[in-house]
């Protein structure tokens, strides 16, 4: 098969020698699927401009006719997040579960309002430690061969699954990666949402509901998890995750910041937009952020030596060193990575670092070049 989907490639090349391949017209009339097998296949993919903010930033509906959600087909992958789950069984992401960063951006502010700047950066963050920067694709779920060939270890390229470089601990539905499942939706998890949801939100998830919820997960893995480590970029994201259901998962007519249990579970457990659903009103970030923060604030830290030992890390990035917060997943994340990238390797890298320094967007906080600068 991989011969055939070979000659397939070859054979368009060879057919089209005035486009630059691989245009997305030159494969055109190709069925999805036999495209989905190609795409990742193809060497060096010039990874596309990053998309910027939506024209029209109002509430529509998403979940409309050409976005219908449909049961999983053999060898779609979906991951850790319920957001990026869903836009792909609604088809605004490839239903094969594999993306490329400029995919994921158009899908994130077009089907649910995600502000430009933060769809950027998360997209080029998780694609630098979990995606192929050479053929450009990114597993939303796990490690699969359709993203293509693997550039040498320690570099990874595991999709979103992959622990400690993105997904990480103390997740309001999965479980730790200690306990040998870090990104499938937990029934147990999910009742204790729902829990929090009726003793502090009047039976809705809220921010105070989501304030309380991070400090509770964050106590669980202190008290059980012997690896447990909540520092950046975790910190920062375990936090963020806690508001997207309330930013980005109540329809954008209603709007008032209480999510209803079932249109929750909808999303995390069957990947799934309520009929009818409509987008949030204006394009939304880590909104409410500060609000779950201050519920029960509390350092970057570890357990050290076992359970019940939490101890700060002060060479973490913390909110009011947020730059650190870029400048060591560069530098350590993505370095311990690809420590001595070749050619083809360190100019992918270098653009992808260029779009994720850019979706920063902190001018005083200054660029790190692991790979030099052209
Ligand atoms: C822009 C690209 C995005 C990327 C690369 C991304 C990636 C991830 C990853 C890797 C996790 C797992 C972290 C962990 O809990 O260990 C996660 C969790 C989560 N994501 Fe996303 N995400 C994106 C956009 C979104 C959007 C648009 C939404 C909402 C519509 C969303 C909602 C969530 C939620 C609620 C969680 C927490 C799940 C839980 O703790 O059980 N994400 N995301
Ligand atoms: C939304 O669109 C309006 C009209 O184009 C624009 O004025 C506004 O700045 C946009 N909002 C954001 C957050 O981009
Ligand atoms: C779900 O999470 C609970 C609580 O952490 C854990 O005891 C249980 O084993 C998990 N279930 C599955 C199926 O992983
Ligand atoms: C969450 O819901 C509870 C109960 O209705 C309410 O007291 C609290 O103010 C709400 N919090 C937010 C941020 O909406
Ligand atoms: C954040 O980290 C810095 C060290 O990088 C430390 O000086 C500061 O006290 C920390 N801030 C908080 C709020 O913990
Ligand atoms: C990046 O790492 C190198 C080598 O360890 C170090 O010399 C440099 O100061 C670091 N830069 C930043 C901004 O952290
Ligand atoms: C490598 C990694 O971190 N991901 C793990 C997530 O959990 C599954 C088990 O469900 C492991 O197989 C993966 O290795």
Known sequence: MVNFVNFIVLALALASPATAFPAHGSLAGLPRDVLERIIPTLQLRHPGSPPGPLKFNGTKLVN??????????????????????????????????????????????????????????????????????????????????????????????????????????????????????????????????????????????????????????????????????????????????????????????????????????????????PDDFHRASQPMSGDGEDIVVNVHPIPPGRNVGGVNNYVPDPTSANFTTTCLLYQNFVNQTIRGLYPKPAEALVKALNTNLDFLYEAFGDATCAQVFPYGQD
């Open 64 to 273: 409309d006719e050409q976005h219908p959600w449909k049961a999983l087909r053999d060898g779609d992958t979906r991951g850790p997040c319920p957001g990026l789950n869903t836009l792909a069984s609604h088809g605004w992401l490839p239903r094969s579960g594999i993306a490329t960063p400029v995919q994921i951006i158009n899908a994130v502010q077009e089907g649910f309002n995600m502000e430009n700047s933060l769809a950027r950066f998360l997209a080029y963050a998780a694609h630098l430690v979990d995606g192929n920067l050479i053929t450009d694709q990114l597993s939303i779920g796990g490690k699969t061969s359709k993203t293509g060939p693997d550039p040498p270890p320690p570099a990874t390229v595991g999709g979103l699954d992959t622990h400690a470089v993105f997904e990480g601990d103390a997740s309001l539905t999965r479980g730790d990666f200690f306990f040998g499942d870090n990104h499938s939706f937990n029934e147990t998890l999910f009742d204790k949402l729902a829990a929090f949801s009726n003793k502090y939100g009047a039976g809705k998830y809220n921010y105070t509901v989501a304030g309380e919820l991070r400090w509770q997960r964050i106590q669980d893995s202190i008290a059980t998890n012997p690896t447990f480590s909540f520092v950046s970029p975790r910190y920062f994201t375990a936090y963020a995750e806690t508001t997207f259901p309330v930013n980005f998962f109540i329809d954008g007519r209603q709007g008032d910041g209480q999510l209803d249990l079932d249109v929750a579970r909808g999303f995390f457990q069957n990947m799934r937009m």
